[in-house]
Nanobody, 128 residues
């Protein structure tokens, strides 16, 4: 079992930055690929970024590429999402997720249904 708790959301002006953090419990955290997703009311949850178990490979949605950076610390059991040059369309609830499939530990998926564990979410609001 893995429990995930996000933090770091808030209100920021367009062009600003925020850093989201996800704290994970469980001894198997370092074996799992991790992802960040976001969701706005009335829309499906969408992929933002993912990172392999080792942190060697990073994946991003086209909409955030070049602005967001995902990272992980397997000693501290944390995953972070650094968000720069924020836009109003980045406004959403952001979720941290873990994929327990060892097969996908090296090649994370972008479909939310592939992820087994989810945090409670943290609100990010970008004002124009």
């Amino acid at each position: 079992q893995v429990q995930l708790v996000e933090s770091g959301g808030g209100l920021v002006q367009a062009g600003g930055s925020l850093r989201l953090s996800c704290a994970a419990s469980g001894r198997t955290f370092s074996s799992y690929a991790m992802g960040w997703f976001r969701q706005v009311p009335g829309k499906e949850r969408e992929f933002v970024a993912a990172i392999t178990w080792s942190g060697a490979r990073l994946y991003y949605a086209d909409s955030v590429k070049g602005r967001f950076t995902i990272s992980r610390d397997n000693v501290k059991n944390t995953v972070a999402l650094q968000m720069n040059s924020l836009k109003p369309e980045d406004t959403a609830v952001y979720y941290c997720a873990a994929d327990s499939s060892l097969r996908r530990a090296h090649v994370p998926g972008t479909n939310p249904s592939l992820y087994d564990y989810w945090g409670q979410g943290t609100q990010v609001t970008v004002s124009s």
